[in-house]
């Protein structure tokens, strides 16, 4: 029956939504050929634009691997391939890839309407459709939001250039690998391993600490937040054990996370291991992070990294049952 099939695609797309809001989708990090999955589009995909008897579809082909999760990014290209195809009704699609140094860059070019500029943000929320293609193609409005998850999951940055009326390109950046070893990445840690940790947050943004809270109780810890030193201070209750790890911001509204994290350690006389979370990478703040022997991660934060070095800062100390 259709309309129960869509129903259920629906449903598994939500549900994959969440799953990646959560954490809870795990990132299986490997190095691959890159043609791999190539191959598997341009097979894939061959009928849709054969639909389209004024379009081309074009997969060019590749020797270069990269290192990532090979599912995922399968995941991003097919929406951003189906995209391509269904909104161009004429000229070409085509899929490729650049060298950029340690990086690469594919692209999925297309020669279709193009998406205007004040638009370009608003098309990666979940149920956005442009008014121009929805009359005419189906669709839920859920594919680039996914694109985007996916992206920030991975730490694979997403890119649109477009010009109306010519056509859109797509880009997603990632890390290439060595041509030549399959191999599994140690860098995946199950956030099973993680569960039971206390976590105290600190962070001025009240919506930062919002997804933080959700991100982290989805892996099973329990999760104090703060605004600045005083709050953090405030939520330790007397007698009871500091939190297993800090995660402090830099840049707050008065002063540093680096205070906080001393008013902390200082009220508790603990030792608690630290991660600083940063936009800011100038030389200046990372050698005062370094001073201190505290961990850094970028912001924006990848999920998979942050839970590789919570697990490897609190591997030697016992995790509280639940
Ligand atoms: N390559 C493109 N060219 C022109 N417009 C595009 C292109 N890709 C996306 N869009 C616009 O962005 C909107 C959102 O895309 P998105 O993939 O999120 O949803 P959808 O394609 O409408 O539905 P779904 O992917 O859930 O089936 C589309 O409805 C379309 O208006
Ligand atoms: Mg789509």
């Not at 680039?144 to 056509?167: A, M, T």
């Amino acid at each position: 029956d259709a309309s129960l099939e869509a129903v259920e695609a629906i449903l598994n797309i939500l549900i994959e939504i969440s799953r990646l809001d959560t954490g809870r989708l795990e990132p299986d990090i490997t190095s691959f050929p890159l043609a791999d999955i190539f191959e598997r589009l341009k097979v894939e995909f061959a009928p849709l634009a054969r639909e389209k008897a004024e379009l081309e579809l074009r997969v060019v082909a590749t020797r270069a691997w990269v290192c990532t999760d090979r599912r995922l990014l399968r995941r991003v290209l097919q929406n951003l391939l189906a995209n391509a195809i269904k909104y161009t009704p004429r000229g070409k699609v085509l899929l490729g890839v650049r060298r950029h140094g340690s990086e690469l860059t594919i692209e999925i070019c297309d020669t279709g309407p193009g998406i205007p500029k004040s638009k370009r943000a608003v098309i990666f929320k979940e149920f956005e459709r442009l008014e121009e293609t929805a009359a005419s193609v189906r669709g839920l409005g859920l594919g680039l939001s996914i694109v985007e998850r996916i992206g920030k999951v991975l730490g694979h940055q997403v890119d649109l250039r477009s010009v109306p009326s010519k056509g859109s390109i797509f880009s997603v950046r990632l890390p290439r690998a060595a041509p030549g070893v399959v191999e599994s990445a140690p860098v995946s840690v199950p956030a099973g391993r993680i569960a039971g940790l206390t976590v105290l947050c600190i962070d001025n943004e009240r919506s930062v600490l919002d997804g933080m809270r959700v991100m982290l109780s989805g892996w099973g810890c329990k999760v104090m937040t703060a605004q600045n030193a005083a709050e953090a201070v405030d939520r330790l209750q007397p007698g009871h054990a500091p939190p297993d790890i800090i995660l402090a911001d830099y840049h707050l509204d008065s002063g540093t996370g680096l205070d906080a994290v001393a008013a902390v350690r200082a009220a508790k006389r603990s030792h608690t291991p630290v991660i600083v979370i940063s936009a800011d990478h100038t030389p200046e703040v990372q050698r005062e992070i370094r001073k201190h022997g505290h961990a850094f991660l970028r912001k924006p934060l990848k999920a998979a990294a942050l839970r590789a070095l919570m697990h490897q800062l609190t591997a030697q100390r016992p995790v509280a049952a639940e």
